[in-house]
Every structure is written in structure tokens, then in C-alpha cells.
DNA sequence: TTCTCCGGTATCATTGAGTATACCAAATTT
DNA sequence: AAATTTGGTATACTCAATGATACCGGAGAA
């Protein structure tokens, strides 16, 4: 009885400690403001810089091109540059930025019912 | 045919935006390093102050302590005193913290499917 | 009585994420 | 011909988040 126990213990204690660092690592490859944003913009099928940056608000050209050179180097988005063609640059998505798609749809159905939830709230107050 | 498409970019620019801003929102509140572990943590089960601290790798007691005070504002843990009792200070999670669950289980999920992704690449590689 | 553990706090230093602003060359529009 | 758009880059700066370190009172153990 008390091997099983120790050894249950045990064994939730490294699988906490495995999806502690998980969580870490994800948090630190997705660190920052505007990541998360860009890879929701370009999934959703933007492909030109301006078109990026018009679709997130409050990111600066600065802060979009530093982003998209840095995920391009992490595969997370693919460039590519033709100057002959009718648009010149287009920014792609890779397999790998795909698969951020679950979390983002969750962090997005968060922030819809976050917002319902101030609004409800408000309104009970008022009244 | 032109109205219709119209309409229909209309709808989809505004859903958009509606995510992007839902994604920021969420963003906005979960960010930093230590948020997500240590709501992942207290509805893990832990409630003292060091088993928290123990179970997040890298964390200091001031950030610790902060975030502890900010997420209690926030409604997002409570925090009971009781000099008494055999344990004096605990934290315990709120139905809010819990509605995070999803978020943290998909980052989960990414970080461990991309520690086996970078191991089988290794293994790959190094044969 | 001294030592250690618990639950923190105070102070100072650092640093890198993000902002503001100006600028650029090529293409297109007016 | 002049203005605007596109896809950015360069420089300088700010500031909030984080880290390092030392310290604190109370409780219990050695």
C-alpha cells in the first residue's frame, strides 16, 4: 500500500514537472506582444506586410519586420521574394505555425467570453 | 453576385478583428513569465507558498509574491489567513483561474509534442 | 539557545521588449 | 511631375518586467 502510494506520488510529481517545463517552453517561444497575433494573421491567409500589419492593431512596422525575420529563421513563416511578380513579397505559413492553431483558438474563445463577462457584470450593476 | 461578396468580406474582416482583439485581450492578461504556471500550479493542487514556488522552476519569491498579490485583485486566487490552523496561509484557485484550463492544457500539449518533435530530429540527424 | 524553515519584503541593478521618429528606393496613382 | 503606397531599415530612447541579494519576525526543532 505504501510502495503504490510513493509510487503514484511519484509519478505525478514528474508528470507535473514534465508539463511544468512544457508550459515554460511554450510560453518562452511565443514570449511577447505580438507572436501570437502575427501567427493568427498570417494563418488567416495574409500574406503581404502592410496587409499583416493592418490586421493587428497597434503593432509598428519596427516590431512586425524584427517579428517576421525572427520567425522566419524559427520556420514559422515562409518568404518569399519575386520581384517580378504582381506582388513582389508574400508571407506564407509553415506546418509548424500551424500547429499553434488549438491554442489560439482557445486564447481567442477566452477572450470573447472574457469580454461577455464584463459586459454581464456591467450591466447587473447598473440595474 | 458583387453585393454578395462584398457582404460577405465585410463579415469576415469584422470577425476578424473581433479575434485579434480577443486574442490581445487574453494576451494582455496572461502576460509575462510566471502567470500561466502559477495558475497552472495552484489548480494543480498546490496551496502553500514554497510548494508553489518549488514547483515552478526558476521563479523567485518576489515575483512569486507579486504575482500572487496582483492574481489576487484580480479575483484570480484566494488567499486565506488563518494563524491558527495547522497550515496558516493558503491559496486555492477560483472558478475564474479554472477557465484558463484549456488555454494551459493546448500549451501543454504543443510544448511536449515539440520536445519530441526536436528529439526525433536529433535522432534523425545524428543516424 | 541557536538553527532552520516558512512566508514573505526592501532595495538596487539590469535588460530587452517595445516606442517614436525619420528615412529609403521602387512602383503606382493622380 | 508630384504625391502616395509598399516593404521595409536605422537610430535613439523609455520603462516596466525581471533578477540578485539581503533581510525580517514568528514557529518549531536540535
Redesign the interface.
Known sequence: MFLYLSIKYILMARN?Q??????????Y?L?G?WK??II??IC?GNTRFKEIQQ????ITARMLSKELKDMELNNLVKRTEDRDAVIPILYESTDYCK??G???T??????????EHIRNKKTNTTV
Open positions: 507535473q514534465e508539463e511544468v517545463r512544457a508550459l515554460q517552453d511554450t510560453i517561444v514570449g506582444k501570437l497575433p493568427n494573421s488567416n490586421s493587428i492593431p497597434g500547429s499553434f488549438p491554442i489560439i482557445e486564447m481567442i474563445n477566452w477572450g470573447i467570453s472574457h469580454r
